[in-house]
């Protein structure tokens, strides 16, 4: 039993057996996060007097004789999710203070279920970002490359699992924000379909996008996240009212009768030669596997990035107008309240997320709204048209997850080329449909020394969670390209 | 140079965001490019198209009208992220300019 490097399914079977306890967990790997943390800066706070509590509640709950999925699994949360009594900031100086009155309600299944906190993670600020580096606090390192970004905007959930400083984590994806820094990070990355995983007590980024999933080493690990996560709230009226069958049993080892659909419109070819091989390699694999091969077209998946840059910004716009100063967060006084407002959120956001509430208060504002929001609308409406034609002819869409493996702090200056990183998430996105990154194979960079990870991305039409995590599963343990990779040095 | 786009004095009072003169110089230009990069999606043609505002099948959600203590602040427990607080309330800088 290796509490480090075990997978989640492994340790909960340990401490349901009562081979291992919970605590032995716990005291494992706290000190080892907190050094593996020095280098990588993955967590904002670790919480070890929470997960030693957690740790001996599960230990009294399974010597009472109860039996949980996730017992004594190491669970990282991503800062924009409320842990109640722990200082909750969304990498954003506006909530540097911020304490969280209650708990989110996926992360309150996760810990009935029996996983043990153990720390908040760094992420882009409000989750808008696509590297990390918009984090008001500290740059989370890549645990391949610490010259590297590790991708986001869930920067931190990614690099903690990858760097083997958690079993598993939390991220929130809105328009990649799991599945790209999962490709960088050299683990498995998921986003539901929207709705799927309550939105309760994730601090609200894009509403009709923000979706809550796993990271883990293992599909297998990720699909049990999900089992426990998964399913009707009644604090989130969009959260989805249907049943949803167990994803974590019978996965199966082959793709014998699935087609898989290649997108035409996605030229590979124009990412380089070597990352072009490298997905070439992942469609053959697939193949190999029994899956056939079929062409389907996404016409308007070219318009996902301009729709996303209008509605992600115009809902972020309105979302964010709720940190005035008044009842938490951060206030910087002004002689009255309106000069209070506009210096408490100069003060408090930075950059990226100003340029975001700017973009998006345009777009709203009188006389614009019909040229931008709502044209943005009906491309949506297009966008997910062309998904549903498409999966006529395939059962699941098999594409990069991202543009190239992780690239180096302050490569993407302008705004618009760090946008371009989440071209091919975007567009399942704004379907809502479910989505996941699968490592695929390493790529030496271009400037680079070592080979990174790269991610495949797969998704499936809405509701069939089970069927994505099975492909995924088969291709995972036929090429277990995870296995192939190791943190840097100063990790293990 | 072409003129900005976004009139982005007005769009960040609106927005209730002080911007100093050199967020204005860098903002301008960077959204003027946003703002052009969205623009093709005017060669999309949406005619007759319906908007999308969500994309799953859900509508009229309804609850029952009941409460639920478990999402119910105490009010020490509301007031306890408050910037300033006096007497149980949030106290805000004065919101009308005194009667002259």
């Known amino acids: ?38 280098h990588v800066d993955a967590y904002l706070q670790l919480t070890p007097d ?20 996730l017992a004594g699994v190491p669970v990282a949360i991503k800062d924009n999710m409320c842990l109640e009594g722990t200082r909750t900031t969304a990498g954003s100086r506006i909530l540097g203070n911020f304490v969280a009155p209650y708990t989110a309600t996926a992360v309150q299944r996760l810990l009935d279920a029996g996983a043990l906190p153990i720390g908040k993670t760094n992420l882009d600020e409000f989750a808008m970002g696509s590297s990390g580096e918009n984090s008001a606090f500290k740059m989370t390192r890549n645990p391949y490359d610490l010259e590297r970004v590790p991708g986001g905007s869930s920067a931190g959930s990614a690099a903690a699992v990858g760097a083997f400083a958690a079993t598993i984590s939390l991220g929130s994806d809105t328009g990649g924000s ?23 007590g994730l601090i609200a980024f894009a509403s009709s996008l923000d979706q809550i999933g ?18 009707k709230d009644p604090l989130d009226a969009t959260s989805l009212d249907l049943r949803s069958e167990p994803t974590a049993t019978n996965l199966p080892r082959d793709l014998r009768g699935v087609r898989v659909g290649i997108v035409k419109e996605f030229d590979t070819a124009a990412l380089g030669e070597s990352i072009a091989g490298c997905y070439h390699r992942a469609y053959e694999d697939l193949a190999a596997l029994g899956a056939t091969l079929v ?23 309105s979302n964010l107008a709720r940190f005035d100063g008044v009842r938490y967060g951060l206030r910087v006084d002004g002689a009255d309240v309106g000069e209070m407002y506009e210096r408490t959120r100069a003060t408090g956001f930075g950059p990226e997320v100003k340029r975001r509430i700017l973009i998006g208060t345009y777009a709203l504002s009188s006389g614009y709204y019909d040229a931008y929001y709502v044209k943005a ?16 002819r395939c059962d699941v869409i098999a594409s990069p997850a991202a543009s190239s493996p992780a690239f180096g702090f302050n490569a993407k200056s302008d705004p618009v080329a760090m946008y371009l990183m989440d071209y091919y998430t975007i567009p399942g996105s704004l379907a809502g449909l479910p989505s996941l990154s699968v490592p695929c194979g390493a790529v030496v960079p271009d400037g680079g020394t070592r080979a990174m990870p790269m991610g495949l991305q797969l998704a499936t039409p809405l509701f069939t969670e089970r069927a994505l995590l099975g492909y995924a599963h088969a291709y995972e343990q036929a090429t277990l390209h995870a296995e192939k990779l190791d943190p840097v040095e100063a990790l293990r | 140079m072409a003129p900005d786009r976004i009139d982005i004095r007005h769009v960040a009072r ?16 960077q959204l003027g490019k946003l703002l052009s990069f969205v623009d093709e999606l005017n060669e999309l043609d949406t005619a007759g198209v319906a908007a999308t505002a969500q994309v799953v099948p859900s509508r009229n959600v309804q609850r029952a009208d009941a409460v639920r203590p478990e999402t119910i602040l105490t009010h020490e427990a509301a007031l306890a992220n408050a910037p300033q607080a006096q007497s149980g309330y949030f106290r805000v800088p004065r919101i009308l300019a005194e009667e002259g």
Not at chain 1, 52 to 60: G, I, K, N
Not at chain 1, 383 to 392: G, L, V
């Open chain 1, 1 to 38: 039993m290796d509490p480090i490097r075990d997978s989640a399914v492994a340790i909960a079977a340990a401490v349901n057996r009562g081979e291992t306890r919970a605590s032995a967990i716990a005291a494992a790997i706290i000190p080892h996060a907190a050094r593996v943390d020095t």
């Open chain 1, 50 to 69: 929470l997960m030693r509590a957690q740790a001996e509640r599960v230990d009294a709950r399974i010597a009472a004789g109860e039996r949980l999925p």
């Open chain 1, 178 to 200: 799991i599945r790209e820094p999962a490709a960088f990070c050299n683990v498995v990355g998921f986003k539901p379909t929207y709705g799927r995983v309550s939105r309760y």
């Open chain 1, 214 to 231: 796993p990271f883990a080493r293992s599909v297998e690990d990720a699909a049990l996240v999900y089992d426990a996560i998964a399913g």
């Open chain 1, 295 to 317: 062409d389907v077209s996404l016409p308007t998946a070219r318009y996902g990035l301009a729709t996303y840059y209008l509605i992600a910004p115009a809902e972020c716009s």
């Open chain 1, 377 to 392: 609308q009906k491309a949506r409406t297009r966008i997910a048209e062309d998904f549903s034609r498409a999966f006529e």
């Open chain 2, 14 to 29: 609106l927005a209730r965001l002080a911007l100093s003169d050199s967020e204005i110089a860098t903002f301008g230009p």
